[in-house]
């Protein structure tokens, strides 16, 4: 039996982070949160582009992931439910998206979308008491690429 783990060293890895701006008070500690997680683990590249919404990122996640440039992409944004089916719309589609584009290029793809019943807990996921989504999405997308690069 052998035993394949992707570890947490960032050294030489590329990465892509996409952000939506809609929310953006969350969504940027979601970011930094991002970023801080890359550099403590010993990675200083990486790119961050900017998308109107959470809807708009599995297009760009996957353009980035199709460029051959990037070891992994990471997914920010902030939903947070509202009085209309317009929150489940927007979250079921950005989810199932998200997720194609890793299996559609074989790229790691995390998802650091967080999907929220109020401001409060929007708040409390992206960098209060319940962590910050951000940092361990990005914490996921070196051991992903990582673990990609040793299968092979």
């Known amino acids: 039996m052998a035993l394949i783990e992707g570890n947490l060293m960032g050294q030489g890895l590329r990465f892509a982070i996409v952000q939506a701006r809609w929310n953006d008070l969350m969504g940027n500690r979601l970011l930094e949160g991002a970023e801080d997680c890359l ?23 996957k353009k980035l992931a199709l460029s051959g440039k990037y070891d992994a992409i990471i997914c920010l944004g902030v939903l947070i439910r509202g009085g209309t089916l317009h929150f489940e719309l927007i979250a079921g589609q ?18 650091g979308v967080i999907t929220c019943d109020s401001l409060e807990q929007a708040m409390e996921r992206s960098g209060s008491k319940a962590g910050n989504k951000g940092a361990e999405a990005a914490l996921a997308a070196i051991e992903m690429a990582n673990l990609v690069k040793q299968i092979g």
């Open 94 to 111: 950005t989810t199932n998206g998200i997720s194609a584009v890793g299996l559609e290029t074989g790229v790691p793809v995390t998802f």
């Open 39 to 61: 550099k403590r683990h010993g990675c200083d590249q990486y790119d961050v582009v900017k998308v109107p919404g959470s809807f708009e990122i599995p297009l760009i996640a």
